[in-house]
Nanobody, 120 residues
Framework: QVQLVESGGGLVQAGGSLRLSCAAS????????MGWYRQAPGKQRELVAR???????MYVDSVKGRFTISRDNPQNTVYLQMNDLKPEDTAVYYC??????????????WGQGTQVTVSS
């Protein structure tokens, strides 16, 4: 089993910055892609950013140039640096990872979510 623990959400004014962290622990052999999703009230969950085990990144268009995803492989941790935040970034942010477990299984795991609120 794998647990994802997120931190770093909060309330910030427009134009401000936040850094989200997500640490994975458990019976992990290796972690493949890691990513951040978000879900605003009344909207579907959307992929915000994703990073492969080799460091290749992708971003949804609305955050390009403002958000940066990174990871620390030895610590099984993924980060999301969010700059120039806008009210439309307000959402619950979820960490996701695709992990290979000891024994050969591969699963997707989700964090509990952390609230990001951007005031205008």
């Amino acid at each position: 089993q794998v647990q994802l623990v997120e931190s770093g959400g909060g309330l910030v004014q427009a134009g401000g910055s936040l850094r989200l962290s997500c640490a994975a622990s458990g019976s992990i052999f290796s972690i493949n892609a890691m990513g951040w999703y978000r879900q605003a009230p009344g909207k579907q969950r959307e992929l915000v950013a994703r990073i492969s085990s080799g460091g290749n990144t992708m971003y949804v268009d609305s955050v390009k140039g403002r958000f940066t995803i990174s990871r620390d492989n030895p610590q099984n941790t993924v980060y999301l640096q969010m700059n120039d935040l806008k009210p439309e970034d307000t959402a619950v942010y979820y960490c996701n990872c695709n992990a290979d477990l000891y024994g050969g299984s591969r699963y997707n795991y989700w964090g509990q979510g952390t609230q990001v609120t951007v005031s205008s």
